[in-house]
């Protein structure tokens, strides 16, 4: 259990100067070798009968090699610091959690927060709030409420107040501010998560607002910290979060990929792009797909032109209004948007069932967007295929003062990841339905 310092100084201390942190006080690393699905099932870890019953109804029989480690050890109230690859199921590992743990409020005693979770992005709160609802239908006490940016603070307050949820779904910033404006106590939490921790803590303001959340926890709580990919520096800072966390890492940082995952490169000219996005859609006899693209511009440029070509797609980005966002996300989940462009904004954590084709228009920027991208197809072991457009042009991310190339970055990938990317000539001959569609 967490007995972090309350105070932000804490952070910015060496981490070698806390007492009681051990960095590594029992890890568990599985390698590339291992099943994609672990042997035996959920009844296993003793869970509340109502939660299993919900587990059973969802349709899931085995826990996956990441809940399979982190499960039995997060139910008991450690804390854990869990790296695994894209669809592997990290999310139900502190659902599960935190609905086993989750205590019942006496009648006679005001409702109070229990735990809250911390993401970088809004649909990522929204899909969080949707899973607990799904299994939570035998737990009554365990509510829960979604906060983020683009709705009127002053709304939230109102449903706070309304009713205060047992646990509380988030993005820093606006946690923070309600926090700020006494609206949120998180004076009684005993349960902090972080997803995606990576994203969330390598910004300095969104880290700083995490921070601002945290140490307005109790100083004895749990901590869970879940990611694909994790770097030494982050880990580094994650771990002042945590007291003796165990660490959970799932394949080898070399082998953080998909099984049953197909992957594939075109080399070709920006002019070319177009035409070769039309033969993939014609060709693939996909489910969903997903386009990502590098700009807010040129996702809603190339929709519009695909819409012009009667191709049922939409844009997904940061500047649409919060409602049509949502919209799209429930769209797709109830599958009835086919195709979507989006910026990296869908690259991370979101989860579409039916998605097994994932085109990179724009190739990704970094190794580590690479690999949440192509991770939105082939969840949770179902078969995918992902093609990647790269182009021989030097690009520029003024911001991070960097410049790249897509062929430069696919080297990257095929070096830090050892994937077999493979490149495309011919897309009749190259692909078939046995590498994208589950038999």
Do not use: W
């Amino acid at each position: 259990m967490s007995d972090a310092a309350t105070d932000l100084a804490a952070f910015e201390d060496p981490i070698d100067s806390r007492p009681n942190t051990n960095q590594a006080a029992f890890g568990v690393t599985i390698g590339s070798n291992h099943s994609a699905v672990a042997l035996g099932g959920f009844q296993d870890f003793c869970l509340r009968t109502e939660l299993l019953n919900a587990i059973r109804e969802n349709g899931f029989e085995h826990p996956s090699e990441v809940q399979h480690q982190a499960l039995p050890t997060a139910i008991l109230g450690t804390d854990i610091l869990a790296q695994a690859k894209s669809g592997m199921g990290k999310t139900a590992v502190f659902v599960f959690a935190l609905l086993e743990q989750l205590e019942k409020v006496a009648d006679d005693q005001k409702p109070h927060v229990q735990a809250v979770i911390v993401v970088h992005a809004r649909e990522l709160a929204y899909q969080i709030e949707h899973e607990i609802k799904r299994f939570n239908r035998y737990l009554p006490h365990c509510t829960t409420a979604v906060f983020f940016g683009g709705i009127p603070e002053d709304e939230d307050i109102k449903r706070i107040k309304k009713e205060t949820p047992a646990i509380v779904v988030g993005t820093p910033g606006r946690l923070s501010s309600l926090i700020q404006r006494k609206a949120l106590d998180l004076s009684r939490v005993k349960h902090f998560v972080v997803d995606e921790f990576d994203r969330c803590l390598e910004d300095a303001k969104m880290r700083r607002d995490v921070q601002n959340v945290f140490v307005k926890t109790p100083q004895q709580k749990q901590v869970l910290m879940f990611s694909a990919t994790m770097t030494d520096e982050l880990k580094t800072v994650a771990l002042k979060f945590m007291v003796n966390p165990t660490m959970v890492s799932v394949d080898r940082h070399a082998k953080l990929t998909l099984h049953g995952l197909a992957q594939y490169f075109v080399n070709l000219t920006e002019g070319q792009k177009l035409r070769r996005l039309c033969d993939v859609l014609d060709v693939v006899d996909f489910n969903q797909c997903i386009i990502f693209v590098s700009s807010v511009e040129r996702s809603e440029a190339l929709n519009k032109q695909l819409q012009a070509m009667k191709f049922p797609s939409s844009a997904m980005h940061s500047r649409m209004e919060q409602t049509e966002r949502l919209r799209i996300y429930e769209s797709c989940k109830k599958n009835e948007t086919r195709i979507v462009v989006s910026t990296d904004l869908f690259g991370r954590g979101v989860d579409i069932d039916r998605i097994n084709l994932v085109v990179q228009f724009d190739m990704a920027s970094d190794p580590d967007s690479y690999l949440h991208r192509v991770g939105r197809a082939g969840r949770f072991g179902t078969k995918g295929v992902t093609i990647a457009f790269l182009t021989e042009e030097e690009k520029e991310i003024k911001r991070e003062n960097r410049k790249y190339t897509d062929t430069g970055i696919m080297k990257e990938v095929q070096e830090r990841f050892e994937m077999q990317v493979k490149e495309l000539t011919d897309l009749k001959e190259q692909l078939d339905q046995s590498q994208y569609m589950n038999q």
